[in-house]
């Protein structure tokens, strides 16, 4: 949220356990109601299908298409995997503004969780 706040950008961001049970969820203030969904689904993303980026960089520029076959699946950056000690531990999802912003208000937040 720091981050976001630092570019006056508006964001939803939602963490999700091993599981891809989400345990976390914060909407900034003017932050667009339809990207409460598009975060969690960020987060779930790279959880279910293992990426070690998000879902939106496999399909985009690594043309995997098979992981929009995968329940929770959105092709869009802005999901990353929570790693500890080598343990995929979760994911955080971050929507509203372009993939690579979101992107790095995941980034900037990971190392907190």
């Not at 993303?45 to 980026?53: E, H, N, V």
Request: aromatic fraction near 4%; proline fraction near 3%; charge should be positive.
């Amino acid at each position: 949220m720091a981050e976001a706040k630092k570019h006056d950008w508006k964001l939803n961001v939602a963490v999700v356990d091993s599981g891809a049970n989400l345990v976390a969820f914060q909407r900034m203030d003017g932050a667009q109601l339809a990207s409460i969904a598009v975060s969690q689904h960020k987060a779930r993303g790279p959880r279910a299908s293992g990426a070690r980026r998000g879902d939106g960089d496999g399909v985009q520029l690594k043309q995997n298409y098979y992981l929009l076959t995968l329940d929770g699946a959105i092709a869009s950056r802005g999901g990353i995997p929570l790693v500890d000690k080598g343990k995929l531990i979760g994911a955080i999802g971050c929507s509203v503004v372009q993939g690579s912003q979101d992107e790095g208000g995941c980034e900037a937040g990971a190392p907190t969780l």
